[in-house]
Every structure is written in C-alpha cells, then in structure tokens.
C-alpha cells in the first residue's frame, strides 16, 4: 500500500463522515439564512430587530455554556471511554442519571433567567431613551430564554449519538428550528404589536423539535431518557469535573460576546443587528464545513488516544487542518471582495433598505477575515479536548478575552460596528497562536510537513481567484447597482465561475485533500 493509499485509509473516514454531515448542514444553513431573511423582511436593522438579536443571545450564549459547548466536549471522551469498560445495563442507567441532573440544573436557569430579566434595564441605559425598546429586550428575552433547556437536551442526545458513529440527525436539527421561525414569522406575525414575538414563539417551538427529533435514533441504541436520581456515578463526577474549567472557557467566550454586542448597542441604531447579519454569513462557511469536521474528529482522536496511536494522531490532525485550509481560504476572499454584493442579494428586502446593506457590508468587512483562524482554532481544540484537557483552552480563553475587550473598545471609537469585528479576528488569531504555541511544546510533533504543503497550494488558488473576482467586480460594477436583479445573476454567477476556477487551479497544483475528496465523491457517485 503506498504513502496516498494510507492516507486515504487512515484519513477518508473524517472525509466521508465529514462530507455527509456538510451535506445535511448546508440544507440547515440554506433555510438559516432564509430565517435571516425572514427577520431581515421583518424587522430589518431598527429597533425591533436590535431587541430580537440580543434577547435570543442570552440562551445562545447559555447553549454554548452549558449545552453544545462545555457538555459535549466533556460528555464525549468521557462517555465513548465508559462504553468500552462497562456494560449496556450501565450505560443505560448512567445516561438517566446524567439526563436527571441536566434537566434540574437547565430548569433552574430557566427560572432565573425569566425573573432576571428586568435587570437589562441597568445594563442597557442606551435602549431605555427609546420608547418601548427596553421593554421589548424584557419580553422577548423571557419569552426564548427556556430555549435553552430544549437546545441541551437536544445536545446530550447529540453527544451519545456522535459516540456511536452517528451524526446526520444531530446535523439535522437545526433546520426544524429554522422552519419554525420562519413559519411563526410569516404566519403569526400580523396578529402581534410587533413580528419579533412571532419570531421568538417560533424559536421555542423550534427548540422542542431539536430535542424531540433526535429520539427515535438514540432509542435505536437502546438508550432511552427517563429519570432517575443516582448521582454518585464515576461517569457523572468526571464529567462534571471536565466541565468546570470548560464552563469557565466558554463563559469567557460568551463574555467576550456579551460585551462586544452591550458596545455595539450603544452604537448606531442597527448596529447590533448588523453584527448579527455579518456574524450569519460567517457562521455559514464555519457551521457547513469546520464544525462538521470538528465534530467528527472529536470521537476519532479520543479512540485514538485511548489506543495510543501518535501517529493517527498526527495524520488526522493535519489532514484536518489542511481541509479548514481549504475551506476558509475561499471563503474569507469572496466576502471581502464580494461583500456588498452577497449581502444585497441575501437580505435586501422589506424593512432591509439600502443603510442596512451597508451597515452589515461594512461589518462583514472584517468578521471575513478572522474565518481561518476561528476554523483552525476550533481543530486544534479537540485535540486539547480528546486528552481531556479543558483546563489548558480555559486559561488561554482568558487571555485572548482580554485581548478582545481592549480592542473593542479602543476600535470601536475609531472603526465603529466594523472595529467590533475586527477585534473578534484578532482575538481569534491570538487564540490560535497560543494554542499552537503550548501544543508545539507539549508534543514533539503534533502534526505533520504536509500541512505547509497543503495550505500553500491552497493559498496559490486561493489569489489567483481573488484576482479573478476583483478584475470582474470591477467590469460590471455599474451593472450591478443599477439593479437588483442583474446584482443577483452577478453575485450567483461570480461565486459559481470562481469557484471552478479555485477547485481546477487545486487539482493542476495537485492539492491531495481536493483529490481525496473528488475520489470519495466519484465513489458515492457510482451505482
């Protein structure tokens, strides 16, 4: 078996799980975005919209803490390591332990999250000066804030899924979520003073889908939910003991968010919306291919760690990065170049004049650039995460935290809402370089001489198409704002030509990843 036949071996698993998970994640942020386009419609950047985006950020930002975020990379090494020590009977009455003490802890927050919310009055004395803003942040916030226990419950089922090999119907559920706000929005909003409560119905009513939907699959397992109220588990103390540090990382993270987007509200009208359109469109090119990777190479490196396997170590981690390489390159030059162009097409619509376009245009601006390093850094944590280790992206969390709250500010004062993304692309490049510092110290290789192959020959494709879209944005610039039609057939036809153009300056330059994918997909092409 030769050098390419070995990779392919060691690698096309990644690939293949990967891909099907990109698949079924696209189809999700395809109808993301047309709940994006629903609000845009809707509510456009005012007020209203202001009042949506951040009062769903408080159960995202709990998700990410508590749910997807510290659960997951804390239940997975765990629970894959307890399936192979115990047996069925355990595993069973250890999940509706854990399924117990997750729901009275997410039922708590609940609780204080609703009785709470009055208090962003104090925190956002900007929204008071507007009659009805503030008062609307309360409602909505209350409202959506039991979202949270849906989405992490929907997450623990994820987590046990993900450790038997399954992954499509976690991927999946995200579209019912965004069916359901899109269906309230339209439906419903008439019969509301304002769409934003229709939207925030749909977002709970979206978040009982997720939870359900999972189910039948984990029920195919043989492990169902129920409740029982042994906590004395080995399973549950070293979990939770995980989850510490990785509560705090993620609490840091979302704190980061938390007062980028407070900055932002004391901005420009619409600034908070507009960060949130830009950070969408951003979330599309990391949630359809980096966190599809990330998730699957969580429960591959962790059963490779527990096998001792270096060198599949090594081998999955470069291959994975030379695929976000691959991915984020691309996708950072055509939002740069294609900014104004892309969000036209997408959003402007309804409420969504042409202040709006330039408004999140302008934010896209720079969320574009921080795309690589967020993708990388989300690679490299799982390695972290697959021997354990949470404590260690805990303490860099808190650096990089700083990091980002003085360039916030300082920013901000100069570069508006776009300083506001610019400080988050920063942030994520520090958080990656001491990522790779410590890992570079800790292991005497973590990942191979064909990474700086691979991302070079990416990067080669990736100018050369730059240098494509930006000699035919400038041939029909007048064309395209003259209307929104000829902006459409452009924006379409520009992603689609350098697209081929990347992908054949890839395979001339031979880039071994755009060939392992092109031999998997001619593979599941044939009958």
Same mark, same amino acid.
């Given at each position: 078996?030769?050098?390419?036949?070995?990779?392919?071996?060691?690698?096309?698993?990644?690939?293949?799980?990967?891909?099907?998970?990109?698949?079924?994640?696209?189809?999700?942020?395809?109808?993301?975005?047309?709940?994006?386009?629903?609000?845009?419609?809707?509510?456009?950047?005012?007020?209203?919209?202001?009042?949506?985006?951040?009062?769903?950020?408080?159960?995202?930002?709990?998700?990410?803490?508590?749910?997807?975020?510290?659960?997951?990379?804390?239940?997975?090494?765990?629970?894959?390591?307890?399936?192979?020590?115990?047996?069925?009977?355990?595993?069973?009455?250890?999940?509706?332990?854990?399924?117990?003490?997750?729901?009275?802890?997410?039922?708590?927050?609940?609780?204080?999250?609703?009785?709470?919310?009055?208090?962003?009055?104090?925190?956002?004395?900007?929204?008071?000066?507007?009659?009805?803003?503030?008062?609307?942040?309360?409602?909505?916030?209350?409202?959506?804030?039991?979202?949270?226990?849906?989405?992490?419950?929907?997450?623990?089922?994820?987590?046990?899924?993900?450790?038997?090999?399954?992954?499509?119907?976690?991927?999946?559920?995200?579209?019912?979520?965004?069916?359901?706000?899109?269906?309230?929005?339209?439906?419903?909003?008439?019969?509301?003073?304002?769409?934003?409560?229709?939207?925030?119905?749909?977002?709970?009513?979206?978040?009982?889908?997720?939870?359900?939907?999972?189910?039948?699959?984990?029920?195919?397992?043989?492990?169902?939910?129920?409740?029982?109220?042994?906590?004395?588990?080995?399973?549950?103390?070293?979990?939770?003991?995980?989850?510490?540090?990785?509560?705090?990382?993620?609490?840091?993270?979302?704190?980061?968010?938390?007062? #980028?987007?407070?900055? $932002?509200?004391?901005? +420009? /009208? &619409?600034?908070?919306?507009? =960060?949130? *359109?830009?950070?969408? @469109? !951003?979330?599309?090119?990391?949630?359809?291919?980096?966190?599809?990777?990330?998730?699957?190479?969580?429960?591959?490196? #962790?059963?490779?760690? $527990?096998?001792?396997? +270096? /060198? &599949?170590?090594?081998?999955? =981690?470069? *291959?994975?990065?030379? @695929? !976000?390489?691959?991915?984020?390159?691309?996708?950072?030059?055509?939002?740069?170049?294609?900014r104004t162009e892309i969000v036209t097409f997408l959003f402007r619509y309804g409420q969504?004049?042409?202040?709006?376009?330039? =408004?999140?245009?302008?934010?896209? @601006?720079?969320?574009?650039?921080?795309?690589?390093?967020?993708?990388?850094?989300?690679?490299?944590?799982?390695?972290?995460?697959?021997?354990?280790?949470?404590?260690?992206?805990?303490?860099?969390?808190?650096?990089?935290?700083?990091?980002?709250?003085? @360039?916030?500010?300082?920013?901000?004062?100069?570069?508006?809402?776009?300083?506001?993304?610019?400080?988050?692309?920063?942030?994520?490049?520090?958080?990656?370089?001491?990522?790779?510092?410590?890992?570079?110290?800790?292991?005497?290789?973590?990942?191979?001489?064909?990474?700086?192959?691979?991302?070079?020959?990416?990067?080669?494709?990736?100018?050369?198409?730059?240098?494509?879209?930006?000699?035919?944005?400038?041939?029909?610039?007048?064309?395209?704002?003259?209307?929104?039609?000829?902006?459409?057939?452009?924006?379409?036809?520009?992603?689609?030509?350098?697209?081929?153009?990347?992908?054949?300056?890839?395979?001339?330059?031979?880039?071994?990843?755009?060939?392992?994918?092109?031999?998997?997909?001619?593979?599941?092409?044939?009958?």
């Open positions: 078996m030769n050098s390419w036949q070995e990779d392919v071996s060691s690698t096309g698993k990644i690939a293949r799980s990967a891909l099907s998970i990109s698949v079924v994640t696209f189809v999700s942020r395809i109808f993301g975005l047309l709940r994006e386009w629903t609000r845009g419609y809707l509510l456009g950047t005012t007020g209203s919209s202001d009042a949506f985006s951040l009062s769903f950020m408080f159960p995202n930002l709990l998700r990410r803490l508590v749910g997807e975020g510290a659960m997951l990379v804390a239940f997975v090494p765990v629970f894959a390591e307890l399936k192979e020590r115990y047996d069925e009977d355990y595993i069973r009455e250890f999940v509706k332990s854990f399924f117990t003490l997750m729901v009275f802890i997410l039922v708590t927050i609940v609780l204080i999250g609703y009785f709470l919310a009055p208090l962003l009055r104090f925190f956002l004395p900007e929204y008071t000066k507007i009659p009805g803003k503030i008062e609307l942040t309360i409602l909505l916030t209350r409202i959506m804030f039991p979202y949270i226990l849906f989405i992490s419950l929907a997450a623990l089922s994820q987590g046990i899924l993900n450790t038997y090999g399954i992954f499509v119907p976690s991927a999946a559920t995200p579209i019912l979520l965004n069916v359901s706000i899109i269906s309230f929005g339209f439906l419903f909003w008439r019969y509301f003073r304002d769409p934003g409560i229709a939207l925030s119905i749909g977002v709970i009513f979206g978040g009982m889908l997720q939870f359900v939907f999972p189910l039948p699959f984990l029920y195919k397992t043989g492990i169902r939910y129920g409740f029982r109220t042994v906590f004395r588990d080995e399973g549950i103390k070293k979990i939770f003991t995980l989850m510490v540090p990785g509560i705090f990382g993620a609490g840091i993270y979302q704190i980061n968010v938390l007062v #980028s987007q407070i900055i $932002a509200a004391m901005l +420009e /009208e &619409g600034s908070v919306a507009a =960060l949130r *359109f830009s950070n969408v @469109l !951003v979330e599309l090119v990391l949630g359809i291919f980096i966190i599809s990777i990330s998730t699957v190479i969580l429960p591959d490196l #962790s059963e490779k760690v $527990a096998r001792g396997d +270096e /060198e &599949g170590i090594r081998k999955n =981690l470069s *291959f994975a990065l030379k @695929l !976000v390489g691959l991915i984020t390159f691309p996708a950072t030059a055509g939002l740069m170049v294609l969504f004049g042409k202040h709006s376009v330039g =408004l999140v245009s302008y934010a896209l @601006l720079f969320h574009a650039t921080g795309i690589a390093g967020t993708g990388a850094t989300r690679v490299l944590l799982q390695m972290f995460y697959s021997f354990k280790d949470t404590k260690t992206p805990a303490i860099i969390a808190a650096v990089v935290m700083v990091v980002n709250l003085l @360039l916030c500010y300082y920013l901000s004062r100069r570069l508006s809402l776009g300083g506001i993304a610019l400080a988050g692309s920063v942030a994520a490049y520090v958080n990656l370089l001491l990522l790779m510092v410590i890992l570079l110290k800790r292991f005497r290789k973590p990942f191979d001489g064909t990474v700086f192959f691979g991302l070079g020959k990416t990067l080669i494709s990736t100018l050369i198409m730059t240098v494509y879209l930006y000699i035919i944005r400038l041939r029909f610039e007048r064309i395209i704002e003259f209307n929104r039609s000829f902006n459409a057939l452009f924006t379409i036809g520009a992603i689609v030509s350098s697209l081929v153009i990347y992908i054949l300056v890839n395979l001339l330059l031979r880039n071994r990843e755009i060939l392992m994918i092109k031999d998997i997909l001619l593979r599941k092409l044939k009958p």
